[in-house]
């Protein structure tokens, strides 16, 4: 299994559960791996053969410009639903953080794993 790397992809979106929060937009960052088999894309050098990191953090900025939700879970799971849905994804791990929202730490949030992960036993 491979894995294609989306890191600190930075987006903006309505999302927390204060009045206050649902005024503005926030910032949250990105991390994902998915799992894809790059052999084929390699062997050709074709990127209709891989998954498009560019298409995919596309869809996440538009993704996030389009929901409206308090929490950071279900930011989260509905986007991973989304990304294994449109992009044929068998596996994905996804960490999504919320910079600011604990004055204490720099940022809160979350990692889910979605899908089963080909070659795991």
């Known amino acids: ?3 294609v790397l989306i890191e600190s992809l930075a987006v ?12 503005i937009t926030q910032r949250l960052v990105l991390d994902l791996e998915l799992a894809t088999d ?3 894309a390699a062997a050709d050098d074709d990127i209709a053969q891989t998954l498009d990191y560019a298409a995919i953090s596309e869809r ?13 879970e279900t930011f989260a799971e509905r986007l991973a639903e989304t990304l294994r849905d ?6 994905l791990r996804l ?8 004055s204490a730490a ?16």
Not at 86 to 91: K, N, P, Q, R, V
């Open 1 to 3: 299994m491979d894995l």
């Open 12 to 23: 903006d979106t309505v999302i927390g559960v204060y009045d206050w929060e649902r005024t």
């Open 86 to 91: 449109e992009f044929g994804i068998a596996w």
């Open 106 to 121: 720099a940022a809160v949030g979350v990692r889910i794993e979605r899908g089963s992960r080909p070659g795991a036993v």
């Open 60 to 72: 996440i900025q538009a993704f996030a410009a389009e929901h409206d939700v308090a929490l950071v």
């Open 38 to 40: 790059i052999r084929p």
């Open 95 to 102: 960490t999504v953080r919320k910079p600011g929202a604990v």
